[in-house]
Structure formats: C-alpha cells, structure tokens
T-cell receptor, first 110, second 119 residues
Framework: LAKTTQPISMDSYEGQEVNITCSHN???????ITWYQQFPSQGPRFIIQ???TKVTNEVASLFIPADRKSSTLSLPRVSLSDTAVYYC???????????FGSGTKLNVKP | ETGVTQTPRHLVMGMTNKKSLKCEQH?????MYWYKQSAKKPLELMFV???????ENNSVPSRFSPECPNSSHLFLHLHTLQPEDSALYLC??????????????????FGEGSRLTVL
C-alpha cells in the first residue's frame, strides 16, 4: 500500500486559497487518490478523487502531476467552516483497504 | 446525513462489561468497515467486510469481536476492554466493484461515530 506524507498543520485566513500537498512516492499503477475532510467528533467526509491531471468539483480541485508521486488539494476562498483535518488516501479500491495517514490540520483564521 | 447510522452515539462501560456497537447503512453498499480513532491519532482500520465476509482484521485484539449478519448491518461486540480502548469508533461503508452494477469509486461513507469511554 502506498504510504502518504502530508504537512501536519497549516494556517490560513478567510478568503484565501489553500493548497495542501500529499506525497505518495510509491503509488501503484492502479491506485486512485482520494481526499477526505474530518471535523472533530465526526466521521470523515469525501471531498474529491482523481487518477491523473486535474479534477474539479463544487468544493475543491485536485491536481496530480504526470508522475503521480504527489497530489495537491486546492480549496478556493476558504472560510472558518473549512477548519478541519484533511486526509489524503491512496489505494486500490477493489481490495477495499483504506488506510488513513495523519492528515493535515487546517486552521482558518478570521 | 450520510446514510450510515451508528448507535449508541456515546457509551460508558466498565472493564468487565459486555456491550455492542451497531452500524446500519441504507446505501445499498456491500462493504463495511470499523475504524478506531483515539485522541490525536489517525484513524486506524480495524475490520473490513465484503459481502458479509470478513476480509481484513488489522491485528485487532480479540476483546473486539465484529459481526456482519447482512450487508446492511455491522456490529462490534466489546468485552473486557481496557481504558486505552477509549476512542471514537467509526463505521463506514462503500460500494464494491465486481460486475454488480455498483460503481466502485472508493468513496467511504462514514457514520457519526460512537464515542466509547472505558472506566
């Protein structure tokens, strides 16, 4: 299983764009990259998933370079409610083994 | 509302008690999971069930006993727990590929969790 490395924490201010990068050097050919958001005392919530290049939805964008050894979650114009822990997961979903790393604690300030 | 319901939301038990956590999903998924989240630690995958069959036991102590009677329900039976077992226990479900008409996006749907305190 590909191991992921993320910054432990990040600070931002309301209205700014936030980019969180995840490193996954030993990602396998069949692996997808998925990001989750978790608020305190709640279960994680799916944000976005991608395989290569760029994926965008109503919440975020996911940038994946050609070598796929890293990925960047981009949150446009964050608000205080975006304060949460963000997890990057890499895995082969047919095997249904999803391991979470330490995540990145994002603190959005007024 | 994620479609995954966990009960109870809070549980306090002594070390000699026997209790159970329940999880129910209304999403038509065929894979269900138990995760443990201790304070200031990442989520730890405990058990995985695919089509009611246990496919993963991540070296979990035997005082935790999972049960999956059908694809919609998952239990975690607890007995003779230790104080260090106090944590948030999260249940999740996902679709499983395999020609069953379900898209395997790898998206996990989590419940709100059961906060367990062992005295």
């Amino acid at each position: 299983l590909a191991k992921t490395t993320q910054p432990i924490s990040m600070d931002s201010y309301e209205g700014q764009e936030v980019n969180i990068t995840c490193s996954h050097n030993n990602i396998a050919t069949n692996d997808y990259i998925t990001w989750y958001q978790q608020f305190p005392s709640q279960g994680p919530r799916f944000i976005i998933q991608g395989y290569k290049t760029k994926v965008t939805n109503e919440v975020a964008s996911l940038f994946i370079p050609a070598d796929r050894k890293s990925s960047t979650l981009s949150l446009p114009r964050v608000s205080l409610s975006d304060t949460a822990v963000y997890y990057c997961l890499v895995g082969v979903y047919n095997f249904n083994k999803f391991y979470f790393g330490s995540g990145t604690k994002l603190n959005v300030k007024p | 509302e994620t479609g995954v319901t966990q009960t109870p939301r809070h549980l306090v038990m002594g070390m000699t008690n026997k209790k159970s956590l329940k999880c129910e999903q209304h999403l038509g998924h065929n894979a269900m999971y138990w995760y443990k989240q201790s304070a200031k630690k990442p989520l730890e995958l405990m058990f995985v069930y695919n089509f009611k069959e246990q496919t993963e036991n991540n070296s979990v102590p035997s005082r935790f006993s999972p049960e999956c009677p059908n694809s919609s329900h998952l239990f975690l039976h607890l007995h003779t727990l230790q104080p260090e077992d106090s944590a948030l226990y999260l249940c999740a479900s996902s679709a499983v590929a395999g020609g069953l008409g379900l898209a395997d996006t790898g998206e996990l749907f989590f419940g709100e969790g059961s906060r367990l305190t062992v005295l």
